[in-house]
């Protein structure tokens, strides 16, 4: 069980998704018109300008384990900024609908067909243990490299324990329906911070 805090809609930009880069202490966040954003606290003040970073309409935003930014467009295609556009490596090929890094800085997608897979440096191998769940979202927890957290295209949270793999993808019960979610930590306490499908933030310690 994990008891969400509600915050409430930030403003009226509708967002899809959040994520805070450490590096600049800095969030982002990506809307329902692709357009993105930033806030330079943790406060969730208003955000600024809602522009089109890189002159790429985005699904989402993430930020790998050395402050490096990535994002997938709008074509399902995968971003690396480079300080002043997205370099976008063809190896990664065209059918995402987000990423994610964990721990070692390896990245993980979410397919369009809802398939949790993990770059080997050559290709993408599919984790069968995952595809119990047709899968919308995923997220690692800093300092945690043996478990995932899932949402399910039903809006559903899970988790998964890969050093359990038998005890399958966990449920975990809440009354909210989530859209995406990312974690940050400060080293001693990571937080879940989790957009509704109404576009609410909820915040939950983990």
Known sequence: MINFQTFGKISDWILNSIVFNKTENRWYGVGADNTVSTM???AFQPWGDKILKGNWRLKML??????????????????????????SPA?????????AFDDNNNMWCVTN???VAKWNGNAWEDQKELLIWAVAWIAFNPGSPNKIYVIGTEHNLGEFEFNQP???????????AFKSLTISSDGSKSHLYAINTDSSVCLAEI
């Open 166 to 176: 038998g005890l399958g993808i966990q449920s975990i019960h809440t009354n909210i």
């Open 62 to 87: 993430t930020v790998d384990t050395k402050g490096t930014l990535w994002c997938v467009g709008t074509e399902s295609n995968i971003g690396k900024w480079n300080g002043t556009g997205w370099d």
């Open 91 to 99: 190896e990664y090929g065209k059918n995402l609908k987000m990423i």
């Open 40 to 42: 330079n606290n943790l």
């Open 113 to 115: 067909n809802h398939i």
